[in-house]
């Protein structure tokens, strides 16, 4: 009898150990499931704040850009201002741009014909958004609401020459911010006629002038200002962007589209470039307004 009772208490004992264990495991597996939607949630709050940190930098880049000082002010006898607006259902046009006084000369029409018939296309944009939504298969696509934006900078190198930087946004329903792309224009008042490239920097000389864009590039980074995370141009890049710039007394602003020197979160659009530093690929001649 006395070794049934004891048969019957290792029983009980061993029944409740199993239990204890099993409710340990039972325990653990609780904890174990909720550890990895604790862990997806920390990491999901770290993607959400570097989100945030990226959204701010990309629209003080905007900013920075939109705020920029030029010389229409002083130029303001010289420029008739002008703005075309169109808002429809599925599209937005508000281009703003700069017309010459002709009354100063006959030659500033070459410039009012150019930017009329040719650089602001209202027809042609139009056009140009409708066929880029039929051309998607997406019913989504169809019903985003594009915006194209345009305005401008202009600067007065001298007498005889004036800058232009048109900056374009295009911005689609959904996305958080806008992109930016650029064309420079530069002028001769006296002669009536756009001076590009091959007007002030000797034949050939694009890839020593990008390895001198990329050295001032490389200062920048070594900064540590804003531009962390850019790189250097390529000369495919730089070619296809070479009469992107605006002139100065003392230097040239080279303008990139966004994603082409850095990326839209940091950076800048442009790179200036002293003049002294370019008297290798500067043309000598007396007819280049830059020769000094």
């Known amino acids: ?24 495991n039972s325990n653990r597996n609780d904890i ?9 949630t920390l990491r999901f709050k770290d993607v959400d704040i570097e989100t945030l940190d990226k959204s701010i930098s990309i629209e003080l880049k905007q900013k920075q850009l939109i705020d920029k000082k030029d010389e229409s002010e002083e130029l303001q006898i010289l420029i008739i201002d002008k703005n075309y607006r169109i808002e429809k259902p599925d599209y937005v046009i508000n281009f703003k741009y700069p017309l010459l006084n002709e009354s100063f000369s006959p030659n500033n029409r070459n410039f009012n014909d150019f930017i009329n018939d040719y650089y602001i296309n209202i027809k042609k944009t139009e056009q140009e958004i409708l ?18 934006f345009i305005d401008y900078k202009i600067y007065n190198v001298n007498d ?14 959904g996305a958080m911010h806008p992109s930016f792309s650029f064309d420079g224009f530069n002028f001769d008042l006296n002669k009536g006629v756009f001076m590009t490239y091959k007007n002030f920097f000797v034949q050939d000389s694009e890839a020593e002038l990008v390895n ?5 590039i490389k200062k920048q980074i070594g900064k ?3 531009y962390y995370d850019c ?9 296809t962007s070479k009469n992107n710039f605006v002139l100065n ?27 002294v530093e370019l008297l290798s690929v500067l043309k000598k001649f007396e007819t280049n307004p830059l020769v000094f």
């Open 131 to 148: 066929e880029s939504k039929l051309l998607c298969d997406s019913i989504e696509a169809i019903a985003f609401r594009e915006e194209r």
């Open 32 to 40: 174990e499931d909720l550890m990895p939607a604790t862990v997806d």
């Open 224 to 226: 540590g200002d804003l």
């Open 212 to 216: 001198i864009l990329n050295e001032n």
């Open 231 to 239: 790189w250097e141009v390529s000369i495919d890049d730089f070619i």
């Open 249 to 275: 007394d003392t230097y040239v602003e080279f303008y990139f589209d966004d994603c082409i020197i850095c990326p839209s979160y940091t950076g800048t659009y442009s790179i200036e470039l002293p003049l």
């Open 1 to 24: 009898m006395r070794y049934l009772y004891l048969l019957i208490f290792l029983l009980i004992f061993s029944n409740c150990k199993n239990e204890k264990h099993e409710e340990i």
């Open 160 to 173: 005889q020459l004036i800058s232009v930087l048109f900056y374009k946004e295009n911005f689609y329903t």
